[in-house]
């Protein structure tokens, strides 16, 4: 049965845990709503507007191909998250965030770990290359970040560096029609974990068995290797090695974090799943084959963090001002022009991971509106408006022209999506420094209609607009808007 109307599924979930539960203080008992802006702009006040509307579980999801800012809007939210959930992928992804204590890149570790009272979780959909979670851990003590309260699933899989090599050597196979991976191990430890024969965190827990399997899989996939490859696989033991050692390191940060997570739930507290990449790199809802190997969308936040659907509040979708995208795969929007090279110039689209140059393009509303139905979206944050200060012409994406055939929404099959031309309408810029804004009426009139547009394209409500990299560069909407 639906929960009553203004009423999100999540608080409804709540109300029967309660019943439940009798010996646990359960809030959240009253409609998510959102308030309006106060004058002072801290990025704790920020982040409170859109906490005071109860919404206790909330998952944030890249709405376009990645890249697409989550990690400020992230950093913001953890500012009064009590858990922040890594829920799928490895690094292969990135989040870039500027706070109070500079700029980092993260790979791996959730944005939460800036609040020392946050709880950072990577869940059980995660891969975890066990040395580049020890080095960027590392990393953020050295700056004098404390990772103490995170905490890695038992359940997560193990990137081996046999895993790296089979990558590379899977995607040079493949010539022309490479995907473009990362070369990180990702697809393979994924495929491991699918054909069961993956290695888990919690096996760190009983060392002796641990390396007696890691060097069972090692010498079978070894063969394979060369065999099947011709690679090269004469340091791959010591390597392995390597790996090892990291892994065991990690072993105090182990521990049952779909409990941890429940446990949370159960309490009310604020708990925040971030995803990595994006909706459109989606396993099985993306531009299939140039995805990641894993499932972006909002609906597995719940399968790798290890709660059931009924308990989210409320799914956030972070999409750019325009678009990019990193590596292979069909890109409607795509500019090869002055235009592509202003929106890598000034938007500074390089990979956080890679480095490499972002492909770049007019907002495609299409793909933004087919995001917003696979992943149920309640809310969108909008990023990287003032990149678009210098432009006189905006344009979007309303609509694909295969073959004369118009197509208001995403073709059902690749094939088509391959072979898409953009249908644009021209919007008018407004040639003026949006940075310094605050709340929507400061933004001139011109951009005020673009960010209407395109939330009324998509139907989905507007709840924060970033005009610049800092936390206060923030605008909260004051009420949804369509």
Request: glycine fraction near 10%; charged fraction near 25%; proline fraction near 5%.
């Given at each position: 049965?639906?929960?009553?109307?203004?009423?999100?599924?999540?608080t409804?979930?709540?109300?029967?845990?309660?019943?439940?539960?009798?010996?646990?203080?359960?809030?959240?008992?009253?409609?998510?709503?959102?308030?309006?802006?106060p004058?002072?702009?801290?990025?704790?006040q920020?982040?409170?507007?859109?906490?005071e509307?109860?919404?206790?579980?909330?998952?944030?999801?890249?709405?376009?191909?990645?890249?697409?800012?989550?990690?400020?809007?992230?950093?913001?939210?953890?500012?009064?998250?009590?858990?922040?959930?890594?829920?799928?992928?490895?690094?292969?992804?990135?989040?870039t965030?500027?706070?109070?204590h500079?700029?980092?890149?993260?790979?791996?570790?959730?944005?939460?770990?800036?609040?020392?009272?946050?709880?950072?979780?990577?869940?059980?959909?995660?891969?975890?290359?066990?040395?580049?979670?020890?080095?960027?851990?590392?990393?953020?003590?050295?700056r004098?970040?404390?990772?103490?309260?995170?905490?890695?699933?038992?359940?997560?899989?193990?990137?081996?560096?046999?895993?790296l090599?089979?990558?590379?050597?899977?995607?040079?196979?493949?010539?022309?029609?490479?995907?473009?991976?990362?070369r990180?191990?990702?697809?393979?430890?994924?495929?491991?974990?699918?054909?069961?024969?993956?290695?888990r965190?919690?096996?760190?827990?009983?060392?002796?068995?641990f390396?007696?399997?890691?060097?069972?899989?090692?010498?079978?996939?070894?063969?394979?290797?060369?065999?099947v490859?011709?690679?090269?696989?004469?340091?791959?033991?010591?390597?392995?090695?390597?790996?090892?050692?990291?892994?065991?390191?990690?072993?105090?940060?182990?521990?049952?974090?779909?409990?941890?997570?429940?446990?949370?739930?159960?309490?009310?507290?604020?708990?925040?799943?971030?995803?990595?990449?994006?909706?459109?790199?989606?396993?099985?809802?993306?531009?299939?084959?140039?995805?990641?190997?894993?499932?972006?969308?909002?609906?597995?936040?719940?399968?790798?963090?290890?709660?059931?659907?009924?308990?989210?509040?409320?799914?956030?979708?972070?999409?750019?001002?325009?678009?990019t995208?990193?590596?292979?795969?069909?890109?409607?929007?795509?500019?090869?022009?002055?235009?592509?090279?202003?929106?890598?110039?000034?938007?500074?689209?390089?990979?956080?991971?890679?480095g490499?140059?972002r492909?770049?393009?007019?907002?495609?509303?299409?793909?933004?509106?087919?995001?917003?139905?696979?992943?149920?979206?309640t809310?969108l944050?909008?990023t990287?408006?003032?990149?678009?200060?210098?432009?006189?012409?905006?344009?979007?994406?309303?609509?694909y022209r295969?073959?004369?055939?118009?197509?208001?929404?995403?073709?059902?099959?690749?094939?088509?999506?391959?072979?898409?031309?953009?249908?644009?309408?021209?919007?008018?810029?407004?040639?003026?420094?949006?940075?310094?804004?605050?709340?929507?009426?400061?933004l001139?009139?011109?951009?005020?209609?673009?960010?209407?547009?395109?939330?009324?394209?998509?139907?989905?409500?507007?709840?924060?607009?970033?005009?610049?990299?800092?936390?206060?560069?923030?605008?909260?909407?004051?009420?949804?808007?369509?």
């Open positions: 049965m639906s929960p009553p109307r203004g009423r999100c599924a999540g409804a979930a709540r109300r029967r845990i309660a019943a439940r539960c009798r010996s646990t203080v359960i809030v959240l008992l009253r409609p998510c709503s959102t308030l309006c802006l004058d002072i702009r801290t990025s704790r920020i982040c409170a507007q859109l906490e509307g109860d919404v206790p579980v909330r998952i944030i999801v890249g709405a376009q191909w990645g890249d697409e800012g989550k990690g400020k809007v992230v950093d913001l939210l953890a500012d009064q998250a009590d858990v922040v959930v890594r829920y799928q992928g490895g690094n292969n992804a990135g989040h965030i500027e706070n109070e500079g700029k980092f890149a993260l790979h791996l570790v959730p944005s939460g770990i800036f609040n020392p009272r946050t709880q950072a979780v990577i869940g059980n959909g995660v891969v975890v290359n066990p040395v580049a979670l020890r080095d960027e851990i590392r990393t953020l003590e050295e004098g970040i404390s990772t103490r309260n995170l905490k890695v699933s038992g359940g997560a899989h193990l990137i081996m560096p046999y895993h090599v089979e990558d590379g050597a899977y995607e040079a196979s493949l010539g022309k029609s490479k995907i473009g991976t990362t990180r191990g990702i697809g393979p430890a994924y495929a491991d974990k699918a054909a069961r024969i993956g290695i965190m919690q096996e760190v827990l009983d060392r002796a068995s390396r007696e399997r890691v060097k069972g899989i090692l010498e079978a996939k070894a063969r394979h290797l060369r065999l490859y011709g690679a090269d696989i004469s340091t791959l033991a010591e390597e392995c090695s390597r790996f090892v050692q990291a892994a065991e390191s990690l072993v105090h940060y182990v521990t049952d974090t779909s409990a941890l997570v429940w446990n949370a739930v159960k309490q009310g507290k604020q708990v925040l799943f971030e995803g990595a990449q994006g909706i459109l790199l989606d396993l099985d809802h993306g531009t299939y084959p140039f995805v990641t190997s894993s499932n972006p969308s909002a609906g597995f936040a719940c399968v790798g963090a290890g709660i059931g659907p009924t308990y989210v509040d409320e799914v956030l979708g972070i999409c750019k001002a325009y678009t995208r990193v590596g292979e795969g069909p890109f409607p929007t795509e500019l090869h022009d002055a235009a592509g090279d202003k929106l890598r110039e000034v938007g500074r689209e390089f990979g956080t991971t890679t490499r140059e492909r770049c393009g007019w907002l495609d509303l299409v793909a933004l509106r087919y995001a917003v139905r696979v992943s149920g979206l809310g944050c909008i990287k408006l003032d990149v678009l200060n210098e432009f006189d012409e905006i344009k979007v994406c309303c609509a295969v073959e004369g055939r118009v197509y208001p929404d995403m073709p059902p099959y690749q094939a088509a999506v391959r072979q898409v031309q953009p249908v644009l309408e021209s919007l008018a810029g407004w040639r003026t420094d949006v940075s310094g804004a605050r709340v929507l009426g400061d001139p009139e011109e951009a005020q209609a673009y960010l209407a547009f395109v939330t009324n394209f998509a139907e989905v409500p507007l709840r924060l607009v970033s005009v610049g990299p800092a936390r206060e560069q923030t605008i909260v909407v004051s009420e949804p808007s369509r």
